[in-house]
Antibody
Framework: QVQLVQSGAEVKKPGASVKVSCKAS????????MHWVRQAPGQGLEWMGIINPSGGSTSYAQKFQGRVTMTRDTSTSTVYMELSSLRSEDTAVYYCARGWWELILWGQGTLVTVSS | QSALTQPASVSGSPGQSITISCTGTSSDVGSYNLVSWYQQHPGKAPKLMIY???KRPSGVSNRFSGSKSGNTASLTISGLQAEDEADYYC???????????FGGGTKLTVL
């Protein structure tokens, strides 16, 4: 069936980087854009950026410019979100979500914990 | 880009109707008919409930409806049911430089 399956939980130290994956199945991977959204504990949703799996073009929220990189591997229908220079405030559940104007299909989320 | 403004909480009794507002600016909600609404139950991923201001995805109950006036969008849930108790988030496209922005979320309690 159509689904997005994300990688497992991560624990990182401040200053490190994390790379979260999101594997798509059940549809043509290159036909739909993919967003990344995060949610800190007890907080709301925060849009991070979007990638076009077809050409690889990206657009990032200003807040994350210079710290986030979104890539894709069309051979495995997987998109990746890498966040660098991690700090405690980056502790959150990170979601991938398929769509363009609206986020139609969501992954299950990946908890990233930043702690010394 | 500031988050869209939603009330922190709303409540209603079963069978009643409630409305959640989502206030933005002329750069986001006011400029585009591209407001969407998401329902999120605790520990779960968000679910799309309304897109392009007032359209419902297949499978979403017609008890959910959306509208927009100026810089404010609204989500109305009629005939409240216990399973509607959740957090609700609005989201708007905000132009190519800012892209997408979410509201702060509203906790709906069904009394």
């Amino acid at each position: 069936q159509v689904q997005l399956v994300q990688s497992g939980a991560e624990v990182k130290k401040p200053g490190a980087s994390v790379k979260v994956s999101c594997k798509a199945s059940g549809y043509t991977f290159t036909s739909y854009y993919m967003h990344w959204v995060r949610q800190a504990p007890g907080q709301g949703l925060e849009w991070m950026g979007i990638i076009n799996p077809s050409g690889g073009s990206t657009s990032y929220a200003q807040k994350f410019q210079g710290r986030v990189t979104m890539t894709r591997d069309t051979s495995t229908s997987t998109v990746y979100m890498e966040l660098s220079s991690l700090r405690s405030e980056d502790t959150a559940v990170y979601y991938c979500a398929r769509g363009w104007w609206e986020l139609i299909l969501w992954g299950q989320g990946t908890l990233v914990t930043v702690s010394s | 880009q500031s988050a869209l403004t939603q009330p922190a909480s709303v409540s209603g009794s079963p069978g009643q109707s409630i409305t959640i507002s989502c206030t933005g600016t002329s750069s986001d909600v006011g400029s585009y008919n591209l407001v969407s609404w998401y329902q999120q139950h605790p520990g779960k991923a968000p679910k799309l409930m309304i897109y392009e201001v007032s359209k419902r995805p297949s499978g979403v109950s017609n008890r959910f409806s959306g509208s927009k006036s100026g810089n404010t969008a609204s989500l109305t849930i009629s005939g409240l049911q216990a399973e509607d108790e959740a957090d609700y988030y609005c989201c708007s496209y905000a132009g190519s430089s800012t892209s997408w922005v979410f509201g702060g979320g509203t906790k709906l309690t069904v009394l």
